[in-house]
């Protein structure tokens, strides 16, 4: 999942605890999820894996997506979220078949 969003209203110590964790966070899709911004704290992306059930869907795929944001704690608003289901990628192996 990859949401992208502006923080809102940010104090002092949350943008430095935004700022220390940006600086060093590598860029990955993990469960907890990272940030990617500008140094100016306006505009985010935040990419999180979340494990699908054999059910489910895109509704549920970006519900938990969004509450991992919101675990994070920052005051934000949501501008767009897109959702890559894994399961449904087809790998193409070099010189073989299909």
Same mark, same amino acid.
């Given at each position: 999942m990859t949401i992208r969003g502006a923080f809102e209203e $940010?104090?002092? +110590?949350e943008r430095e605890a935004l700022r220390t964790?940006? +600086? #060093?966070?590598? $860029?990955?899709?993990?469960?907890a999820g990272t940030f990617t911004c500008d140094r100016s $704290? #306006?505009?985010f992306t935040f990419r999180c894996q979340v494990p699908a059930g054999p059910d +489910?869907?895109?509704p549920?795929?970006?519900?938990?997506?969004v509450a991992a944001l919101a675990a994070h704690g920052y005051p934000h608003r949501i501008l767009r979220v897109g959702v890559t289901d894994?399961?449904?990628?087809?790998?193409?192996r070099k010189g073989g078949r299909g």
């Open positions: $940010l104090g002092e +110590d964790a940006v +600086d #060093s966070a590598q $860029l990955a899709f993990t469960e $704290l #306006s505009a +489910d869907g895109e549920e795929a970006t519900e938990r997506a894994m399961r449904h990628i087809k790998i193409r």
